[in-house]
C-alpha cells in the first residue's frame, strides 16, 4: 500500500507527501532489519523533505537515521545526525523531538566511551520524560531503553530502576488501550523496540 501511495504522490510531484512514503518503508526495512535499505530510503526521503518548511519531519528523518547508523556500528555517523535533530528540534522549540535526539546521542557518547557526555544527554532526556512522558516521541521504548543502559553503565542504579518503571509503566498504558489481545501481545513481544525494552525491564528484576 505506501509503495502504491509513493507510485501516485511521484507522479504529482508531491516531494513533500513522498518523504513521508519513504520515511515509512525506511521503518519497515529498519524493523525487518534490512538496514542497508532503511539507510537507503531514509536518505531519499530528507532529499525530498529538503525543500520544505516541515522541521518536524526533518526532525523524525534524522533521528531514524542516527537510530540506523546506531544499529549499523556506526555511532560517530550517527551522533551527527542526532546532532542535527537536536539543533533543528531546540530552534523549533521541540521538546519531543529534543527528548528523542538527547536520547540517542546519550547512546552513541555510551558507544563510544564518553561516559560523562552520555550522563548529560541521559540526565536531559530522562529529565524530560519525567516532566511530559513519551507524547509524541519518535519510539519511546528507545528513549526509555537509552536512557536506562546509560545509567546502567554508569553504575547509577536507581535512575537505571527508575527508567525503566517509568518506560514499562508508559508501554503497559498503551498496551492496555490495544482491545484485541493479539494485538496487544503483539505491540509487546513482535515490536522489535517495544520487545527488547521488556527483556531489560524483565532482566533487572532478576
Known amino acids: 500500500m505506501i509503495e502504491r501511495s509513493y507510485a501516485i504522490n ?12 519513504l520515511i515509512s518503508l525506511g521503518e519497515i526495512y529498519w524493523k525487518t532489519g534490512d538496514l542497508r535499505k532503511a539507510r537507503q530510503m531514509q536518505e531519499q526521503a530528507m532529499q525530498e523533505m529538503s525543500p520544505s ?21 556506526d555511532p560517530s555517523g550517527a551522533a551527527r545526525r542526532f546532532n542535527e535533530a ?3 528540534a531546540k530552534n523549533l522549540g521541540s521538546t519531543p523531538g529534543e527528548c528523542d535526539a ?5 547512546a ?3 558507544m563510544q566511551g564518553l561516559l560523562d557526555e552520555a550522563r548529560k544527554y541521559a540526565n536531559e532526556a530522562w529529565d524530560n520524560l519525567k516532566a511530559h512522558g513519551l507524547v509524541a516521541l519518535e519510539n519511546p521504548a528507545i528513549v526509555y531503553r537509552d536512557c ?4 546502567e553503565a554508569l553504575g547509577d542504579e536507581a535512575s537505571f530502576k527508575a ?23 503483539s505491540f509487546l513481544e513482535n515490536e522489535t523496540e517495544n520487545r527488547a525494552f521488556m527483556e531489560l525491564w524483565e532482566r533487572s528484576k532478576l
Open 163 to 185: 527508567v525503566l518503571e517509568s518506560g514499562y509503566q508508559a508501554l503497559m498504558e498503551v498496551a492496555n488501550k490495544i482491545t484485541l489481545p493479539e494485538w496487544r501481545q
Open 102 to 106: 538527547a536520547a540517542g546521542l546519550a
Open 86 to 88: 537536536y539543533e533543528l
Open 148 to 151: 536506562a543502559e546509560v545509567f
Open 10 to 21: 511521484a507522479s504529482l510531484g508531491a516531494r513533500r507527501t513522498l518523504a513521508y512514503n
Open 53 to 73: 518548511q516541515d522541521i518536524w519531519g526533518k526532525i523524525g528523518i534524522l533521528v531514524g537515521s542516527g537510530t540506523v547508523f546506531l544499529k549499523m556500528g
Open 108 to 110: 552513541c557518547a555510551l
